[in-house]
């Protein structure tokens, strides 16, 4: 898959190239560092350093990956965090562009990246996944080769702490939206969110909800505006047939669009040689498939449950999964990877599949 989230030791991982979050002389550090140097053999990585010379922030060089399971282990510097202020956005993206060009250039088909920044140098987590899905992303889209990319992090209850985005989604969960609210896992991270929720579950009309959610909503990065009424995706208006395949349905969309083929694959995250199967009218995709491919179309809800249906699936207000990308499509937010961010850190299925 072009792009998925893993939680581990990015030094246990396999890939054509494993992302070493590297200090500037690329010396031996803790963390990821110091386990891709014991990985690797602590003496023949650090001569391989050595022989570089170092690197600046924002900047990615290679060695080889020695012991690990590995071709290259790739260095990128990123910044440390100095509250925001001082351009360390542009140069942790510039420190993920500049790995995927060096594995680019190698010819790599595969990359693992940790979660640059995020560990000594204090860049707060949930401001360094968005940037992390955000680069990686924008290159997938552009590049014209084929590039498996892993974002290995750590922990990902990190990724919850005070997200006004995941409290909405939770509000929605405990307000009724999963009838079995027993079975669906609930957790409040502070005393202060839970009074948040429990004042809004008191409103019982979704008007008041609407109202009072986003006068307390901070900016956060998944926290994606709804799309204006203007640009709302219109209803589709297609001639299909009640027995059409999902795969007629899917390239009959494509066209309506007006998009190319690796358009609609990429922004659904999902690899080449899976579209291929899924244009023989035989294959049917997994759930997920088709969930990225329909917000890679951009499809309202009601257009979003047609193509599901083809396929032989159906949204549920009881399955968790469903109700968090439910709750993006309603809201006009169609980044798979952004969701996907949320999906991991809610321990639930990523969108886009690999087979």
Do not use: W
Request: neutral net charge.
């Amino acid at each position: 898959m072009p792009l998925t989230i893993a939680q581990g030791d990015i030094a246990q991982f396999s890939a054509d190239a494993l992302v070493n979050a590297a200090n500037r002389s690329l010396s031996e550090g803790g963390g990821v560092c110091g386990a891709l140097f014991k990985g690797a053999g602590r003496e023949r990585m650090r001569a391989a350093c050595e022989a570089v010379g170092g690197c600046e922030p924002g900047q990615a060089v290679a060695t080889p990956a020695f012991g690990l399971s590995a071709r290259y282990v790739i260095h990128a510097v990123g910044p440390v965090y100095m509250g925001g202020r001082q351009g360390e956005e542009e140069t942790l993206r510039n420190a993920y562009r500049s790995a995927l060009r060096l594995a680019r250039e190698k010819a790599l088909s595969s990359i693992a990246f940790p979660l640059i920044s995020a560990g000594i140098y204090g860049y707060p987590k949930n401001e360094a996944l968005h940037v992390a899905t955000e680069t990686i992303r924008d290159f997938l889209l552009t590049d014209e080769g084929e590039m498996d990319v892993t974002l290995v992090l750590y922990d990902r209850e990190d990724l919850r702490l005070n997200n006004r985005l995941e409290m909405e989604i939770d509000f929605l969960l405990r307000r009724g939206m999963l009838p079995e609210a027993e079975s669906v896992r609930y957790r409040m991270e502070s005393s202060r969110n839970r009074r948040y929720l429990e004042k809004l579950e008191q409103r019982q009309s979704a008007d008041a909800f609407t109202k009072e959610a986003p006068r307390v909503r901070r900016k956060m990065p998944y926290g994606t505006p709804s799309m204006p009424a203007e640009s709302a995706p219109a209803p589709l208006e297609l001639d299909l047939q009640l027995d059409e395949s999902f795969s007629r349905t899917l390239l009959k969309l494509i066209d309506s669009k007006g998009y190319k083929d690796a358009e609609v694959y990429k922004r659904a995250n999902i690899d080449r040689r899976l579209f291929s199967k899924i244009r023989n009218e035989s294959y049917r995709p997994g759930k997920s498939t088709v969930l990225a491919l329909a917000l890679a179309l951009r499809l309202s809800r009601t257009d979003a449950e047609s193509l599901l249906a083809r396929a032989g699936y159906a949204l549920s207000s009881s399955i968790e999964f469903d109700v968090v990308v439910s709750y993006f499509i309603n809201k006009g937010v169609y980044d798979v990877f952004e969701i996907n961010a949320v999906l991991f850190g809610r321990d639930l299925p990523l969108l886009g599949a690999s087979s």
